[in-house]
């Protein structure tokens, strides 16, 4: 019997990513490793182990591959990638610290290769937050297993159980002894993930997401017509909630991967929509990473994209706001905010399922964003607190979110006290949920309340969050 490929990981890192890109590169031309060892005239076992990310090709093998497999200059320019470590504190010697939130929020211990890691954030010995790629074993081995790295928010592209597949897809398919389809069976399910996403975190949901792509992706090879059309659409679907989810566990180049997955399978499915939907999720990510280059043109392209005086060209006109802050233009982020409450009323009554929870608290919360951003911190601070007070139930998550970016406008305000106390409860909601958004707002905070670090609430909140983090150590001699 013929084993099963190891399924891959192209969102642990660029290493992993090639070898995926390769992977996919070689089936699609229906080569086996043997296929592509004869006409590149390379060792089979190499490639293997270079689709699994377990060996570098080396420059003349990628120039080579990327020749044999007609991939015009894109394999090799992901290769030329993999040494690019930003964002990442490679081999970086740490320790845990046992955390005063709850412990026992640690990740289930799952089988994990050598090569797989995760990313949790680490305190370096200059003070500084990062987050840093650890080998989960590794971090077994230190005792006190994931619970400090998972309460506040693991940013993990660990496998998924690919043993929990088949099942699914049985289930999926017993929807029909009760009158109901594997579609409507799935749409059912993504609801389900999406609330509890929302009430719980990713953590709970993350692994449970890329099972039922797998399940959707098992069930299109014997699908036709309309509900192959369907399956394709959720497959869409699941793959941008996958990206949202990778977005609030702290890891934006996972999320980035898993939209542009999303981009390209919306094209196949023709939804305007939906793509135009996927398009301003691109845009909301970009402002979440401060990219100044991208956010307003990707916010605009949604815009164009979408059929006018739309819900979704509402959403994509509110992350250009928070875009022209970033950018330091408060005129054109006002004027955007000020398009967007007035087209609240008629997106409203827009029936297209996307962005429906664009809502005044949403939209007060992105203006508050982005007057943080211009340092207008008092206006941000108090913009915050209404916002979150309109904020509807089951948002447990989003609040802790808002909470810790109130908490900065706090501290940019210089009222330290209040800063920390408001941070402390985002911390609690870190720890229920691993929000890494959550976390990386924390980060800020700690760093923004240094000038009162003698102030009890002060030292009581930066104790307290110093205690969730990894920690650098001294190079051993």
């Known amino acids: 019997m013929a084993q099963r490929p190891r399924e891959l990981t192209p969102w642990v890192s660029p290493l992993h990513n090639w070898g995926y890109e390769l992977r996919q590169l070689r089936k699609l031309r229906g080569w086996s490793l043997r296929d592509l060892s004869q006409r590149a005239v390379l060792d089979h076992s190499h490639l293997?182990?270079?689709?699994?990310?377990?060996?570098?090709?080396?420059?003349?093998?990628?120039?080579?591959?990327?020749?044999?497999?007609?991939?015009?200059?894109?394999?090799?320019?992901?290769?030329?990638?993999?040494?690019?470590?930003?964002?990442?504190?490679?081999?970086?010697?740490?320790?845990?610290?046992?955390?005063?939130?709850d412990l026992a929020l640690g990740l289930p211990d799952q089988a994990a290769s050598d090569g797989e890691g995760l990313s949790v954030p680490c305190r370096l010995r200059d003070g500084s937050v990062v987050w840093v790629a650890l080998d989960r074993r590794a971090l077994l081995r230190t005792g006190v297993g994931l619970g400090a790295?998972?309460?506040?928010?693991?940013?993990?592209?660990a496998?998924?159980?690919?043993?929990?597949?088949?099942?699914?897809?049985?289930?999926?398919?017993?929807?029909?002894?009760?009158?109901?389809?594997?579609?409507?069976?799935?749409?059912?399910?993504?609801?389900?993930?999406?609330?509890?996403?929302?009430?719980?975190?990713?953590?709970?949901?993350?692994?449970?997401v890329r099972d039922h792509?797998?399940?959707?992706?098992?069930?299109?090879?014997?699908?036709?017509?309309?509900?192959?059309?369907?399956?394709?659409?959720?497959?869409?679907?699941?793959g941008e909630f996958l990206s949202w989810i990778y977005q609030d566990l702290g890891n934006p180049e996972a999320a980035s991967y898993w939209l542009d997955r999303a981009m390209q399978w919306s094209h196949t499915v023709g939804d305007t929509d939906l793509s135009t939907y996927v398009m301003a999720r691109?845009?909301?990510?970009?402002?979440?990473?401060?990219?100044?280059?991208?956010?307003?043109?990707?916010?605009?392209?949604?815009?164009?994209?979408?059929?006018?005086?739309?819900?979704?060209?509402?959403?994509?006109?509110t992350y250009e706001a928070y875009g022209h802050a970033l950018r330091g233009d408060a005129d054109e982020s006002e004027r955007a905010i000020d398009?967007?409450?007035?087209?609240?009323?008629?997106?409203?009554?827009?029936?297209?399922?996307?962005?429906?929870?664009?809502?005044?608290?949403?939209?007060?919360?992105?203006?508050?964003?982005?007057?943080?951003?211009?340092?207008?911190?008092?206006?941000?601070?108090?913009?915050?607190?209404?916002?979150i007070r309109m904020m509807p139930d089951g948002y447990h998550r989003d609040r802790g979110v808002y909470m810790a970016r109130q908490a900065v406008a706090l501290a940019g305000a210089r009222v330290p006290e209040q800063a920390a106390a408001v941070g402390m409860n985002a911390l609690m909601v870190a720890g229920d949920t691993g929000s890494g958004r959550i976390t990386n707002e924390l980060t800020r905070l700690d760093k923004a309340l240094t000038p009162w670090q003698r102030v009890p609430e002060v030292e009581e909140f930066r104790a307290a969050f110093d205690s969730t983090l990894v920690h650098e150590t001294e190079t051993e001699a």
């Not at 200059?73 to 993999?82: P, V």
């Open 48 to 101: 293997g182990r270079f689709e699994r990310a377990e060996r570098k090709a080396d420059r003349s093998q990628a120039a080579l591959l990327d020749q044999v497999l007609g991939a015009n200059g894109m394999l090799f320019r992901l290769w030329e990638r993999i040494d690019d470590g930003r964002g990442h504190v490679a081999n970086s010697p740490v320790h845990v610290a046992k955390s005063s939130v």
């Open 213 to 238: 792509i797998q399940v959707i992706q098992e069930l299109r090879r014997d699908a036709k017509g309309i509900d192959r059309r369907d399956l394709m659409e959720l497959q869409t679907q699941y």
């Open 149 to 157: 790295a998972a309460a506040v928010g693991v940013g993990s592209p």
């Open 159 to 208: 496998t998924a159980d690919s043993s929990a597949v088949p099942g699914l897809v049985r289930k999926a398919r017993a929807a029909s002894a009760y009158g109901s389809t594997p579609v409507e069976h799935l749409r059912r399910t993504r609801r389900l993930l999406i609330d509890s996403d929302n009430l719980l975190g990713p953590r709970q949901v993350v692994g449970a």
């Open 282 to 317: 691109k845009a909301q990510l970009a402002g979440d990473t401060a990219d100044l280059v991208d956010v307003v043109d990707l916010a605009e392209a949604a815009q164009r994209m979408a059929r006018p005086r739309s819900r979704l060209a509402a959403v994509a006109r």
């Open 339 to 387: 398009d967007v409450r007035n087209a609240l009323d008629g997106a409203a009554a827009d029936p297209t399922p996307w962005g429906v929870w664009l809502s005044a608290s949403y939209v007060e919360i992105h203006r508050a964003q982005g007057l943080e951003a211009l340092g207008k911190h008092d206006q941000a601070a108090d913009g915050f607190a209404a916002a």
